[in-house]
């Protein structure tokens, strides 16, 4: 018979409930009742192509293999993703994520965030581009003179495509914001003449016979000063409240983000299908789509980083930053 008070094992049931809530540790307690859950990781990205290996990681599920909890948050545009990570209402951005646009919510609250992972582009990882009707004779973007220009929505996409056009010695524009998703049909209307774009958009324009690229990889080109150079103008990011708080759920989401990377660098035909749902392109169109290259933050060196604060100095220069913004104090670390 047993003797044991009638109340002893609710007890000990209640003991390891209220240590596993507390946080605590009590020998003999099953795994499961010991283990913390990882916190939920809410991250921002705009349906540009730039952001497939965010796509491909949580596709292949390399963020449940790695016990993280991620939540992507779709956004019309760069500046709303920076500005949801300044609410709190985001841990961090996706590649794509404009890196001007970053460094003003860096302005506005220093030390908000850390990029971990860059995508550069340039003539051969082609992101950036300008476009105008299939039936356009312009052969460069010098040529388009007082015309309606069309750029994405936000300060970033804005101020390269004025400083673009200017370098390029067409004069006279007209540069309006429209989101991305709507440049093609709004040069098949007649809406504006061309369009400073990125990616999947040109491919869009070109197979469906509504548009042709003029020039593509303009920022390294005009920006930079070499068609080579490496624009990083786009980024991934966590906030570094996330990355204080959550050390451990940091490591293992930035392994799984670049396992996405390493996905899109050895078998980009794969990873090219997990732009479905996330952009506008899908099916056959998407093994149209130039990729853009990455930079995680383990291969940054002094090139990289030289060619990256050369992009942010042109936004100190026309004045769009309010202060003078330091690559190095926004990379991790490890």
């Known amino acids: 018979m047993n003797d044991a008070p009638k109340d ?10 209220g240590a596993a809530l507390a946080g605590t540790f009590i020998a003999g307690a099953p795994a499961i009742v010991r283990a913390q859950a990882m916190p939920k990781i809410r991250v921002g990205f705009w349906p540009i192509a730039s952001g497939l290996p965010f796509y491909a990681a949580i596709e292949k ?4 293999e790695a016990g993280v909890d991620v939540e992507p948050l779709k956004f019309a545009g760069a500046q709303q993703v920076m500005e949801a990570m300044l609410s709190g209402r985001s ?5 794509g994520t404009g890196s001007a646009n970053l460094a003003i919510g860096a302005i506005a609250q220093p030390g908000l965030f850390k990029i971990f992972c860059t995508n550069p582009s340039n003539a051969k990882f082609v992101l950036d581009e300008f476009i105008a009707p299939a ?16 750029s994405g929505p936000g300060i970033q996409n804005v101020t ?12 006279g524009n007209t540069v309006i914001e429209l989101p991305i ?14 369009c400073y774009t990125l990616e999947p958009t040109g491919t869009i324009g070109r197979m469906n016979g509504t548009t042709k690229i003029i020039e593509a990889g303009v920022v390294a080109k005009y920006i930079l000063g070499d068609p080579m150079a490496p624009w990083h103008g786009g980024a ?6 996330f990355i204080k708080k959550n050390p451990e759920a940091t490591k293992k989401y930035m392994a799984a983000y670049i396992k996405g990377v390493e996905l899109v660098r050895t078998k980009p035909d794969e990873a090219r299908a997990f732009m479905k749902g996330y952009t506008a392109i899908e099916g056959p169109l998407t093994n149209e789509v130039p990729l853009a290259s990455y930079m995680p933050y383990s291969e940054f060196n002094a090139s990289s980083i030289a060619y990256f604060q050369k992009f942010y100095d042109l936004f100190t220069e026309k004045g769009i930053f309010s202060q003078k913004v330091d690559v190095n104090t926004l990379l991790y670390k490890a």
């Open 8 to 17: 002893l094992v609710p007890t000990n049931r209640r003991r390891l409930i």
């Open 61 to 64: 599920g390399y963020f449940k």
């Open 91 to 95: 841990d961090g951005s996706a590649n």
């Open 135 to 150: 039936n356009a004779t312009y052969k460069t973007i010098g040529e388009i003179k007082g015309k309606r220009v069309a």
């Open 160 to 171: 390269l495509a004025k400083t673009m056009l200017e370098r390029a010695g067409a004069t």
């Open 181 to 194: 998703g709507q440049h093609v049909a709004a040069i098949a209307a007649g809406q504006v003449d061309a």
């Open 236 to 241: 991934a990011t966590l906030t570094s409240e």
